[in-house]
């Protein structure tokens, strides 16, 4: 099983290798460049509020960042097998859902590269900034976000790209009814608000996108 | 029953116009299986329904004494498989592809896959998708056989290659066969190359097996006759009439096409007031031209 | 020869009351003593009124006592005994010994049903409640309509906010710290660094002269000020040039602009919550009666009336306040700990799903 | 030995393979005791099915061309010398039915083959 995981690793790097090595030197450049502001002393008191300011509009990068290597991931691994309509994969002397499981785990030990970025580009910007009085910096909760972000993403996009095209199909489907309900509600002005719904069903909460809405601050109060 | 694969009844349909129907087949362990049969006859359907790829809607397959679909893992195990198209990912060099296919087989025999390389002149830092026709198919041969596998799929591997990758392969697989004593099933629409290699032949058309016999009995029991005052009604014959018409250039001879045809049965004619003029032996190509012929008037006269 | 006339005419009238003097000064007096029955008719007939308003909104209602607190409300399903036993320790907490008046001032509630549609007779004394509040509501209700013993409007002009009792003062706090680290000015972040003097001063405790110097030390600061929130109002007519001015970091023109605001309406750097818990950690410090002592004398200044009420001098009661304020950091809300379970079990299920496939489950 | 093996005939691949045995060893190619390629070597070279090479040795063993030691391989064996001629006129009498076959089937009459046989053979003796 071992040496089935290292083979299936391997592939996966060798098509997934630009997406890896982009998406670790990006994650570890967004911290130390949302902190850039801190080490401008001379701002006085002026300065921990545009601190806020500049770590809260780069901290949407990381949810953005997290979500496109989770896609692209989810792609790299399956676009080759579509290819080959999985005729290589479903011919291999092993359990269909074994070989899934490899693909998915593989995906993961690709995307600690990215998640270690963002820790450690996280750690050394915090060190090499000067914080002002009263701030305080996450770097190990910011990173753990990511990770969370970056899995979920990661397996929402392979379980869309793993299905069947009908798989898709019917996701699409139900998306389009979503919103054909809500166009024809809207006309017949009843007072139905599905996408309210479905937004607090997905952000809030225990739902899956909840990781994604929380606030992305590495240096807060 | 040791039938290296065993169907029964199998029924599969693909969308509207294509279905195989009552399906039985079988392939003694040991044998070279030749399976013909025209484009769009089923071929590569039934290749995938043995292998697990496609779910039959009834029937029972056996490969290698287990069930088919439901132990696939491990007949998938035991077998190497080349497919009509090829399968692997053109992005892997073929070093990375062989460990790769290494990794998941147990059974893998790593100087065979190295021997292969040298006598196929493969390099290994190319990629797959650079290769030219001839190097992948040498490739997939390659994988099939480094398999160690008890049964070999071949769905066309030769098809469509020069003569000198075609005479490497099939020199590979028979050394391989006569080391390893493993069954061979190999679809192709080369005939003189099944009729060499193989000792057992079936015919596809449509979804459906028109005969499966052994070479010898399939090819020497195939003959044309030149037959001189042949009634129009013919009474339960000995052997199977598969074309009749009577011969260009006019004059009473016709030309009969019948199959498990025994030498001794020249006296039939006698029998019913008719002289055969002369016997033509066919050989395997005019042999399944006729068979093919002889179904389709049958199917289309019934 | 009119105007002759003219004075004639004015002297007759003048003179003629003086017989008459006494008939008009009798008939005033007269219309006056009307007026005053009259005027106290109507007060009886207001006070009769009221006490009337009174009894109807009371009328079948029973009244709940708890502690200082007198609740008169019809039956309903309202939790309003557990909300007076928990707002009652903090009222009394907050005006100590000034609560002994509270009963004469009766919370009146009339609970109705929200969604019904029957027209009610309006009620002009007490307050309606939507009769589904929980208790916690009830109690925010108690304690934001409890009426204050003593309004004093200077005290009130100096918060800012009204002084209310609260169930969680260390959320207070922490909005306060909050403040205290990210309000951009050097005197409130000089105060959080420990120096008490610009504590006072952001506090606006002390003398108000000079303020803009003391609140907004640095050129940088007076810029992002005037730019921050007054770009509108100086962007017409006679400042506009000084503002361009200011916007090229000049601030002699940013000053100028500063100080021709009016009075008073130089926003202050820190929000009235940090003065609301400077009061709570007098009436705190000072015991039962803090509260009188604090409203005791209106017109003193607000330092001199909070020292007294605390019992102590302002520079410790603000050094209190401030210690108070920085151990309050306020939980850092980075990721609660069930978003990292969820997300495993979102990974987990999707990636089940994709096992579950059809093509994979074959 | 082998070369011009044709699978499309209807004679048998074992019966050609075998027949081609037997005319080296009446020529005399294939000394006695010498030894005949084995069956893996012989298939592959001639990519034909390893059981038709194995058929045919059989049927040499049978007939008493060769003999087949498990493990070291097929020999030809210690033939009496009148063997090799018998073997060699039954090939040349095969040769001739076959000719004979097929002037009839070309509609050449006996005689005329007589001629152009004594043509042929007298052309070559002198």
Known sequence: MRAMFRAVLHSQWKWSRLIVVLGTVAAFAIPLLSLQGAARADRGALQAPELLRAVQSWGTLYPLLATALGLLMAIAAWAPDHRGRHIHALTLPLARWRYVLLRFGAGFVLLAAPIAGVLIGSSLAVLAATLPPGLQAYPIALAMRFAFAVSVAYAVFFAVSAGTARTAGIILAVIAALILVQVVASMANLNLDLFGAAQTALLLGPGPLAVFAGRWMLVDV | MNDAIHIERLHYRAGKNFAIKELDLHVPTGAIYGFLGPNGSGKTTTIRLILGLLRPLSGRITVLGLPMPEQHARILGQIGYVPEQPHLDTTLTVRELIDFQAAFYPRWDRARAAELIKRFELDGEHLFGRLSKGQKAKLMILLALSQCGDLLVLDEPTDGLDPVVRRDILSALITYVSERGATIFISSHLVHELERVCDWIAVMDDGRLITEAPMEKLKHGTKRLVVMGAPAEIVNPPFRVLTRESANGGGAGENWVVGDWEPGMTSYFEGVGASVREVIDLDLEEGFVELLRSFREGRSRR | MSRLLGVLLTVSVLASPVSSQDSLIARLRRQADSLLSAWRDAQKLAAVADSLEQVRATAGSDTIAVGGLRIIANPSPLP??????????????????????????????????????????????????????????????????????????????????????????????????????????????????????????????????????????????????????????????????????????????????????????????????????????????????????????????????????????????????????????????????????????????????????????? | MFHGIDPRSPIPLYVQIAERVRLAIATGTLGSAAPLPSVRQLAAELRINPATVIQAYKDLEAQGFVEIRHGAGTFVRELAPGRRARERSQQAVALVRKLLADARRSGVSLAELQRALETELGARTT
Not at chain 3, 105 to 129: K, N, Q
């Open chain 3, 80 to 362: 309003l005994r557990e909300a007076a036993e928990r707002a009652w320790p903090v009222i009394d907490s907050l005006y100590g010994s000034a609560v002994e008046d509270l009963p004469r001032y009766p919370f009146i509630f009339r609970a109705v049903d929200p969604d019904s549609s029957v027209r009610r007779t309006v009620l002009h004394v007490g307050v309606e409640l939507p009769w589904d509040l929980d208790v916690r509501a009830s109690t925010n209700v108690l304690l934001t309509t409890v009426t204050a013993p003593h309004f004093d409007p200077a005290l009130a002009d100096w918060l800012g906010a009204a002084l209310r009792p609260t169930l969680r003062p260390e959320d207070e706090r922490a909005a306060v710290f909050v403040q205290l680290v990210t309000a951009p000015s050097e005197a409130v972040r000089g105060c959080f660094l420990g120096d008490i003097a610009r504590c006072k001063d952001v506090l606006q405790l002390g003398d108000s002269t000079g303020l803009l110097a003391r609140w907004y030390v640095t050129p940088a600061e007076r810029e992002a000020l005037v730019t921050g929130s007054f770009t509108d109002y100086f962007a017409r007519g006679a400042t506009a040039i000084t503002l361009q001015n200011c916007r090229q970091h000049r601030d002699d023109a940013c000053t100028a602009l500063l100080q021709a605001l009016p009075p008073g309406s130089l926003p202050r750097p820190l929000g009235p919550a940090a003065r609301l818990v400077l009061v709570r950690e007098a009436l705190r410090a000072g015991g039962r009666d803090a509260y009188r002592r604090l409203v005791a004398s209106p017109n003193t200044a607000i330092e001199a009336r909070l020292s007294s009420a605390a019992r102590m001098d302002i520079d410790s009661l603000v050094a209190r306040w401030r210690n108070g304020v920085v151990a309050a950091r306020p939980k850092p809300l980075t990721l609660p700990w069930w978003a990292g379970f969820a997300a495993i079990g979102w990974t987990a299920f999707f990636g089940f799903c994709a096992l579950r496939s059809s093509r994979w489950r074959l």
